[in-house]
């Protein structure tokens, strides 16, 4: 596998469930974060972790949870959501952190989450 | 703050047309710019970036020329083909920060 992969890459699940979203990047890079895109919205920086350690929460309800557990992988558990909370969930990697070395982000294809 | 504004779309151009999308920023300090582009059902793909003033970003086509004085850095390309249709997001990096800032996204169609 090369890049950044998302697993699954469509999810349904009802209010009361329980689920985890899986990222994974094979780019060694040290930097990942969790987006939100919803339609006609700009695009939602959730979160970021550098080095394993969270570096960012934007204001992100509680009933969104991530956990980075090394600098390859980062999971973003699920639970309690709400309709509104459907969107296409987007993980993306970069070499260090944004500021000022031109590092681009990497972005896997997402997750089409449904709360029905 | 830091914030990217691109021009609303969506934007349908026949095969060949000259194509540019409009983006503006606000940010402190020198900051680095790209452009991602999205087809359907996929992520985003970096198609172009540019690091500091007057440098000029190009690939498959596409170009655009990292302004200061007008704090833009607009896309272009001379020729589209149907297989450019995609939603193209125009983004910063702050320098010294640790978060990009993408544009709402414009949506481009091209028909034969």
């Known amino acids: 596998e090369t890049g950044v992969t998302q697993t699954p890459r469509h999810l349904v699940m009802g209010m009361t469930n329980k689920k985890s979203l899986k990222c994974e990047q094979h780019?060694?890079?040290?930097?990942m974060y969790w987006y939100k895109q919803s339609a006609k919205k700009p695009l939602e920086l959730m979160f970021v972790y550098n080095f394993k350690e969270q570096t960012e929460n934007n204001s992100v309800p509680s009933r969104f949870s991530p956990e980075c557990p090394n600098s390859s992988h980062l999971f973003l558990h699920l639970h309690t959501l709400q309709p509104e909370d459907s969107a296409l969930y987007l993980c993306?990697?970069?070499?260090?952190?944004?500021?000022?070395?031109?590092?681009?982000?990497?972005f896997g294809p997402g997750t089409r989450l449904t709360v029905t | 703050g830091n914030s990217v504004t691109q021009m609303e779309g969506p934007v349908t151009l026949s095969e060949e047309a000259f194509l540019t999308i409009n983006c503006t920023y606000t940010?402190?300090?020198?900051?680095?710019l790209f452009w991602y582009v999205q087809y359907p059902g996929e992520g985003l793909q970096l198609l172009l970036k540019a690091t500091k003033a007057d440098d000029k970003g190009s690939n498959k086509g596409f170009e655009a020329t990292y302004r200061k004085e007008t704090t833009s850095f607009h896309l272009e390309k001379g020729s589209v083909q149907v297989s450019d249709s995609a939603v193209y997001f125009c983004a910063l990096s702050d320098q010294g920060g640790n978060q990009f800032y993408f544009g709402t996204g414009t949506s481009l169609t091209v028909i034969p």
């Open positions: 940010a402190t300090g020198y900051p680095s």
């Open positions: 993306a990697s970069s070499q260090d952190l944004a500021g000022g070395q031109g590092y681009e982000q990497y």
């Open positions: 780019l060694g890079h040290n930097a």
